[in-house]
């Protein structure tokens, strides 16, 4: 997602209006223990919707380590907070892997 799409996606799916680089990371901190871990990003992008049942694991890899290899600069294998915020302030934006529905059941990428 380019950052006017976490705009929209904020907008659309959360109902905030204006993109904030930390409230939108603890929106999809599910557990809200200060990190995307693997099972997060993947719920994130939809890979635990029933649409995606049968989604290979080499695609679920790809969307897990594509997320990974854009933000997990220490290597631990998950998203830290101070990570996502570089990644923003850098101008990184989150791909679309083109795996539909996301974790609110609608597009997760506008």
């Not at 950052?3 to 905030?16: F, G, K, M, P």
């Not at 830290?80 to 570089?86: A, I, K, M, N, Y």
């Amino acid at each position: 997602m380019r950052s006017w799409q976490l705009a929209n996606h904020s907008i659309d799916e959360h109902h905030i209006g204006n993109f904030d680089a930390g409230a939108f990371f603890a929106l999809h901190d599910f557990d809200n223990n200060g990190v995307w871990d693997g099972g997060e990003i993947q719920k994130f992008y939809g890979l635990a919707d029933v649409s995606n049942k049968d989604l290979p694991k080499s695609k679920r890899d790809e969307v897990l380590n594509g997320v990974l290899n854009l933000m997990d600069t220490n290597g631990n294998g998950e998203v830290e907070r101070d990570e996502w915020f570089e990644f923003i302030k850098g101008g990184g934006s989150l791909p679309d892997f083109g795996t539909g529905p996301g974790h609110h059941g609608s597009f997760e990428v506008c």
